[in-house]
């Protein structure tokens, strides 16, 4: 877990609006001004080095703040830790660079050059992202601080959701599904699912920096081997 919060009304009690927030991120809080607006992350580290946000490209003036993890940033290139493949991605594949993703996300990318800002859930949702978008603008991952700030009613963001805004007129620009499902039934038994869960167990842990625990609430399923059914 971590947590952000991007505004562009002026925060005058820091610890107020963030006090729930801080408890997703406690490693590390983090506060920048671009542009007379606020980004805030909280930094929970579990996996790869510790590696503080917002990220900012200062040449192209893009910040990024996510919370989250992408299992597939290592195809990206030699990143030491997972959100730093966000700008890059986004500067090569444009508005649709989270279709790239595969991983657990609530993504806020500025984009200060071309006046825009992007949104982005996950495909199911995991991470929460909240907005409100009105004559002042405000993005967190928790309803409490976008309403310490008392900006117009806050939206959560729905599951395999991204939006592109205008930054200056806050216009709706563009929305599309995160991630495109094939709803067709392929599959006549369960063999490629196993599969498929022992993988996700392992994208999940390979990047682990700190011990895993598995929790169970079946006796009979707490004394299957674990290590050899997924293999790790």
Known sequence: MCSFFFTDKKVNNLDYTNHFMKFRGPDKTNVIEVNGQTFVHNLLS???????????????????????????????????????????????HGNKFVKKLDGEFAIVLVDYKDKKFIISTDPFATKPLW???????????????????????????????????????????????????????????????????QDSIRKRTGSLREKLFIGLSSPTFARFEMREFFKI
């Open 46 to 92: 579990v996996t790869g080095d510790f590696v503080e946000q917002p990220f900012v490209d200062h040449d192209d003036e893009i910040v990024c703040v996510y919370n989250g993890q992408i299992y597939n940033y290592k195809e990206f290139g030699d990143y030491k830790s997972d959100g730093e493949c966000l700008i890059p991605l986004y500067k090569k």
């Open 131 to 197: 907005f409100s978008i009105g004559d002042q603008l405000g993005v967190a991952s928790y309803e409490s601080a976008l309403k310490s700030l008392k900006l117009l009613t806050p939206i959560k963001l729905d599951a395999n959701t991204t939006r592109i805004y205008n930054l200056e007129k806050r216009e709706l620009l563009k929305s599309y599904a995160t991630f495109e499902f094939d709803l067709n039934q392929h599959k006549t038994d369960f063999s490629d699912w196993i599969i498929a869960f």
